[in-house]
């Protein structure tokens, strides 16, 4: 079924099994995630026709579950935006707030969800990608602890960053759905059993996974921390939204401080240098030969390639294996990416210490509001400052759940991110489901 | 693809772009640019750099790498069949992937 906000690239349904926990349940999927038989297409021109031969895993387990896929879901080109508006496909409206992106690059994901054309879906985040359509669309959503969930058959874009993460409409439901995707897998060996990886070395906690148990809404007790660095940048409607969240939170039990993160000062330019620099070798397997768009061209073979790729990529694509070529040229590698891993590692320890004296960090998901359709992709920076609250969870492999905290006074959704420690992702639903 | 020499990669330089280093990276990168890609692109990218100076700032960091080998024995196992690695190719001969002819 098409959607009259463009929130599918292709709507053929695929069936799961008869019985199983998400029986009865559509899950809409993001079109990099593979399935076999149904064309994947990344948002790309370069990979229109381009029919997976295989399932991903999260799309064998959501089978499994008895979910049914009703379609592929819009998205940025190869997951490089944040507002859905670099797909080949066209751009997604917000069914939440017409006239305004979705966000991106899951925009048709979180779409299809907020106007109840799905009961829940897949997206991918690599610095925000989940989290900020969930916030604009005033939907759930979760980026989980890099290695919970299996990233085979997923189409690569920066692989250190990335993970596949649910959303949805409520904490509990966006946590049943992590609890059928989660766990380890052969065919990716960056996956980790929870069991173990979130208990102290040498044990295992069986209830790892049981995550839609901990959505019980119980914040008697918390601590949370608010990086100030996160809340000092936003538009003033979304922090005005954001601290009443937390007073709510206060109301139930919930105590707060703020901590000063220095180092999330530069996690923008981190990431950006990192992602694009990945990029620029994930995306060379595109050739027109194996698979993709060929122009037919014959001759010399890097010029036959370089006409393809300029026909199948878009500008936002192109911009970014270009900067990301740049980075890691010669000359140019300890100047940009050797100082973006200089300030991950940073990062991460400074996430850590504050985790050691607080349970969750909270701030604004985004810090702006939806913005209007047709406005971002001219100022490519300003585009890319929008991902300051998200980016800096991915360069710290941690996992992060945005929750809807509220509209502002024009009825725009804000969304409250609340971050936890590696494989903590019961104390982030937790947390969250006081308040979705 | 990405590992070349830029020619003129000095890295004390200021983020110094011009369309001469665009066409330089989109030759590395292979991705051909028309005239006004380039001219977007110089401008950009002079922005975008500029911004990622920003990173000179970072202090030096001893990053304690979470990292352990994960092995599995080597044994044969079902992997795609030829006709299924196949069938997404714009061209194929004898199954094989068909590359442009070289004149």
């Known amino acids: 079924m098409a959607t009259d906000y463009n929130g599918y690239i292709t709507t053929e349904s695929i069936a799961g099994a008869d019985d199983g926990p998400l029986a009865g349940t559509t899950v809409a999927v993001k079109d990099n995630i593979s399935t076999e038989g149904v064309r994947t297409t990344c948002g790309s021109a370069m990979l229109d026709d381009y029919v997976s031969p295989y399932d991903a895993t999260v799309v064998e387990r959501l089978k499994a579950a008895g979910a049914t896929i009703p379609g592929k879901t819009n998205m940025d080109e190869f997951g490089m935006g944040t507002t859905t508006e670099t ?48 916030a604009f669309c005033g939907v759930v959503g979760i980026k ?38 989660a766990g380890p897998d052969d065919a990716d060996a960056t996956t980790r059993d929870a069991r173990e990886a979130s208990a102290p070395d040498g044990e295992t906690d069986e209830s790892a996974y049981d ?12 601590d949370i921390g608010v990086p100030t660095e996160l809340v000092e940048g936003a538009d003033p409607e979304v922090e005005s939204v954001f601290w009443d969240a937390i007073a709510d939170l206060e109301a139930r039990g919930a105590s707060y401080h703020e901590v000063d993160l220095e180092s999330l000062r530069y996690a923008v330019e981190a990431y950006y240098v990192i992602a694009m620099s990945e990029a620029s070798s994930n995306l060379a397997r595109f050739d027109g030969v194996r698979y993709g768009q060929s122009g037919g061209y014959d001759g010399n073979w890097n010029e036959t390639f370089a006409r393809s790729r300029e026909e199948g990529f878009g500008e936002e694509v192109k911009s970014r294996v270009l900067l990301g070529t740049y980075a890691l040229s010669a000359g140019y590698h300890d100047k940009y990416y050797k100082q973006a891993q200089d300030a991950r590692a940073w990062i ?11 349970d969750v960090l909270a701030s604004p998901t985004m810090p702006v509001t939806p913005m209007p359709t047709g406005e971002s992709l001219d100022d490519p920076l300003k585009m890319y400052l929008a991902d300051a609250n998200t980016t800096p969870v991915n360069l710290a492999n941690l996992p992060a759940i945005s929750v809807p905290a509220g509209e502002t006074d024009e009825g725009l ?8 420690p590696a494989f903590g992702e019961k104390e982030i639903i937790r947390a969250g489901s006081a308040l979705a | 693809m990405s590992d070349g020499e830029t020619g003129d990669g000095d890295a004390d330089d200021a983020a110094a772009v011009d369309p001469e280093a665009v066409r330089h990276v989109a030759d590395l990168a292979r991705i051909d640019l028309d005239d006004a890609e380039v001219e977007r692109f110089t401008e950009r990218f002079a922005d975008v750099l500029a911004y990622f100076e920003t990173l000179e700032e970072v202090p030096e960091v001893e990053g304690e790498a979470d990292l352990a080998n994960v092995m599995r024995p080597d044994e044969v196992r079902d992997s795609l069949s030829q006709e299924d690695a196949l069938a997404n190719a714009p061209e194929t001969e004898d199954g094989y992937f068909k590359g442009p002819k070289v004149s």
Do not use: W
């Open chain 1, 87 to 134: 797909s080949a496909f066209g751009p997604t409206e917000n069914p939440a707030a017409p006239g305004h992106v979705p966000g991106g690059s899951s925009g048709g994901s979180a779409a299809v969800v907020a106007a109840g054309d799905a009961d829940m879906a897949l997206g991918t985040d690599t610095g925000g990608s989940v989290r900020c359509p969930a």
């Open chain 1, 144 to 181: 989980p602890t890099y290695g919970l969930v299996s990233r085979y058959g997923l189409v690569a874009y920066a692989n250190s960053l990335e993970q596949i993460g649910p959303i949805a409409p409520t904490v509990e439901e966006a946590a049943e759905l992590l609890e059928v995707i």
């Open chain 1, 211 to 222: 995550y839609a148990a901990a959505a019980d809404g119980d914040v008697e007790g918390l």
């Open chain 1, 348 to 358: 991460k320890r400074e996430f850590d210490e504050a985790l050691s004296a607080a």
């Open chain 1, 413 to 420: 959704p804000v969304g409250l991110q609340l971050v936890g």
